[in-house]
T-cell receptor, first 110, second 113 residues
Framework: DAKTTQPTSMDCAEGRAANLPCNHS???????VYWYRQIHSQGPQYIIH???NNETNEMASLIITEDRKSSTLILPHATLRDTAVYYC???????????FGPGTRLSVLP | EPEVTQTPSHQVTQMGQEVILRCVPI?????FYWYRQILGQKVEFLVS????????KSEIFDDQFSVERPDGSNFTLKIRSTKLEDSAMYFC???????????FGEGSRLTVL
């Protein structure tokens, strides 16, 4: 089973920041937080991952709380093409058995 | 940009027939995976493959399923005798490192009639 909980759905206005929360209260010290998204029925697309520190790349920012029990994915300027299901996944150093939960369905509205 | 490619994009088959889904992972990647997604449901892990052997598999991956890396570039998933409930989108993925991000293909849609 997925080790994360996410809201089922969220809306965001185009051009605004989309903040997607994820709870992973049972995360252990060697586990990473990964974010993927799936646009319609396409293959999941990697977005970003982190261990302890906040991370930023060209797609998004990842904010991990100090206790690592939750994180937030931030899409700084959401566009209509960011409408997708976003998955937060916790993975350890040894297991590549990524377990996808139901994710958050983000709808970016014009 | 390198990508994972899958063929066919859509296959329709009769129940009981054998199906082979093909994947070409990113060329320097070492770890290979199959996932499936039944329409409207979650993405589910099937199997991971490294160094020419299965490293992990889920309960879904029963004796009807097998994987193979027949040459240096292809990675295949075979379903020996398809069932109606095998109808799903099958995604192949690859990664360079054990802890690296997975790169997914666009999927092969299997419809079993």
């Amino acid at each position: 089973d997925a080790k994360t909980t996410q809201p089922t759905s969220m809306d965001c206005a185009e051009g605004r920041a989309a903040n997607l929360p994820c709870n992973h209260s049972t995360i252990s010290g060697n586990e990473y937080v990964y974010w993927y998204r799936q646009i319609h029925s396409q293959g999941p697309q990697y977005i970003i991952h982190g261990l302890k520190n906040n991370e930023t790349n060209e797609m998004a920012s990842l904010i991990i709380t100090e206790d690592r029990k939750s994180s937030t994915l931030i899409l700084p300027h959401a566009t209509l093409r960011d409408t997708a299901v976003y998955y937060c996944i916790v993975v350890d150093n040894y297991g590549q058995n990524f377990v996808f939960g139901p994710g958050t369905r983000l709808s970016v509205l014009p | 940009e390198p990508e994972v490619t899958q063929t066919p994009s859509h296959q329709v088959t009769q129940m009981g027939q054998e199906v082979i889904l093909r994947c070409v992972p990113i060329s320097n990647h070492l770890y290979f995976y199959w996932y499936r997604q039944i329409l409207g449901q979650k993405v589910e892990f099937l199997v991971s493959f490294y160094n020419n052997e299965i490293s992990e598999k889920s309960e879904i991956f029963d004796d009807q399923f097998s994987v193979e890396r027949p040459d240096g570039s292809n990675f295949t998933l075979k379903i020996r005798s398809t069932k109606l409930e095998d109808s799903a989108m099958y995604f192949c993925a690859s990664s360079l490192r054990l802890t690296g991000e997975l790169f997914f293909g666009e999927g092969s849609r299997l419809t079993v009639l």
